[in-house]
């Protein structure tokens, strides 16, 4: 069995001998890159963008601590905001301070965070790290009176655009493609998962929204040595590369095929020839050249809208999140689970000292003179003791809220609730694990069945 860092977690049950066809997104996915390594690439090209089109930049640097995937921006307010799976705002930064708990009521306490509103920006995969960083930073920079022209939602605005144009316009990739030893994460295991799925009969695809250029040289970086001469794309049934998705999922965007030497397109008739390299495309497409359809078909990514939310929601195929954080986070949880137990404990002893003292208190108001000294007393112990835990429990909880980062604590909880992030995960990724790889440890026929946890009104019989 894997290590628990390495397991794949499930949401819903999956039976992998029913699936047929299994999608893979490329960046994050296939292809992992030293997260802080190409984040402080991304920050620097956005910050060149800005620079040359916008504005005069504040002396900034990247930190990769400042913001973690799933966090919140509020372009009204200039936060970040870390949200409940209610949608409640439990923590939140201005720039880079910290708002106070009064704060945060008075401008979040009527507030149920809607991500349809395109005031509130989630930070959704490892590429948020660069754009999240450098939006608190340019904030402060507005309230120092440097970019006081802009209000924050306009700072957002052209933080986008710039981000758009360094991933589109591949400046960032092509410094990548130079030196792709430096950027990229080599994962030995990760040929051998996919080379076990093909052996079982599962059909492969690829569907990113990165340029065949791109696309090429790094596929071949990564997966070419391990396959005694053969090319990378000989894994793939179908390959489809500059998909943008989610249009990919949501429309039925007409079809190109790319010349693989000149990398120029070549439109295509209304029957797509095969064993092509196929740009733009669509998910229908895809469906028809492999002969699979819906649940037949398992797509993974990293991204939770681009590749989870859509794929699911309008072609109901399974999926599979992936999540690099996690393995940080399940260790995390493993070092400090004694003292995660001792909260969880001293909570249940309050709850319990909580609803004794609270009977008494009534008794003393409806009791008055018979209610006796023996019980009085029993009260007043019950305070004492009621405040000493209080206090040890508010220590507790402020070293389990710093877990993992410092700021803004575990990726997947917020407070003694569920993040939004993990909400989204549980709501729409069937299966979620920390890498492609981790399927290395499971059958490609397995089944991955789902455990039901308990309900809040379920305690009585399961404990
Ligand atoms: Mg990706």
């Known amino acids: 069995m894997p290590k628990s860092e390495r397991k794949i977690f499930t949401n819903q049950s999956l039976s992998m001998k029913k699936i047929k066809a299994i999608g893979y997104d490329m960046d994050y996915t296939l292809i992992h890159y030293h997260t802080e390594l190409w984040e402080e690439l991304a920050y620097n090209t956005i910050v060149e963008y800005l620079k040359k089109h916008h504005m005069s930049m504040p002396k900034t640097k990247f930190d990769p601590e400042l913001v973690i995937r799933g966090l919140i921006i509020d372009r009204k307010y200039g936060n970040i905001l870390k949200v409940c799976q209610y949608g409640q705002v439990k923590l939140a930064y201005h720039g880079t301070s910290a708002l106070s708990p009064k704060r945060i009521g008075q401008l979040y306490s009527k507030e149920i965070v809607h991500l349809s509103s395109d005031r509130f920006v989630f930070l959704n995969t490892l590429f948020s790290g660069s754009i999240g960083c450098l939006y608190t930073q340019l904030v402060d920079a507005h309230d120092h009176g440097q970019l006081a022209s802009y209000d924050y939602d ?11 144009y360094t991933h589109l316009e591949s400046h960032l990739k092509s410094e990548i493609i130079k030196n792709p030893s430096k950027y990229v994460f080599k994962d030995d295991d ?54 943008r998705k989610p249009a990919f999922f949501s429309s039925s965007q007409e079809t190109f095929c790319v010349d693989r030497e000149t990398s120029l397109l070549k439109p295509v008739g209304r029957k797509l020839p095969s064993g092509q390299i196929y740009y733009r495309c669509n998910a229908q497409e895809v469906e028809s050249l492999l002969k699979v359809s819906g649940n037949d078909i398992i797509y993974v990514g990293d991204h939770m809208y681009t590749d989870i939310n859509v794929s699911k929601r309008v072609f109901g195929w399974r999926t ?19 003292s995660i137990k001792r909260l969880i404990s001293m909570r249940r002893e309050r709850h319990t000292i909580d609803k004794i003292m609270s009977r ?12 006796e000294k023996d019980q009085a007393e029993h009260l007043a112990s019950l305070k004492k003791q009621y405040k000493k835990i209080d206090a040890q429990i508010i220590e507790e909880e402020r070293k389990y809220n710093q877990l993992s980062n410092k700021t803004w604590g575990l990726l997947m909880r917020s407070g003694q609730q569920k993040s939004h992030l993990a909400r989204q995960v549980e709501r729409y990724a069937d299966i979620y694990t920390s890498r492609v790889s981790n399927f290395h440890f499971y059958s490609p026929s397995c089944h991955f069945d789902y455990i039901s946890r308990p309900l809040p009104h379920d305690t009585n019989i399961t404990r």
């Open 154 to 164: 306009t700072l957002y605005e052209l933080l986008d655009e710039a981000t758009a």
């Open 190 to 243: 990760m040929i051998l998962t996919l080379k076990e799925q093909i052996a079982c009969g599962k059909k492969l695809f690829l569907v990113t929204n990165s340029d065949w250029d791109y696309t090429q040289s790094i596929m071949s970086h990564v997966f070419d040595p391990y396959l005694d001469g053969e090319s990378w794309e000989s894994l793939f049934n179908v390959i489809v590369v500059g998909a």
């Open 320 to 338: 599979c999140l992936i999540i690099r954080e996690l393995e940080k986070e399940i260790n995390t949880i493993i070092i400090n689970k004694e």
């Open 360 to 371: 008494l208190e009534m008794d003393q108001i409806t009791q008055k003179e018979s209610f």
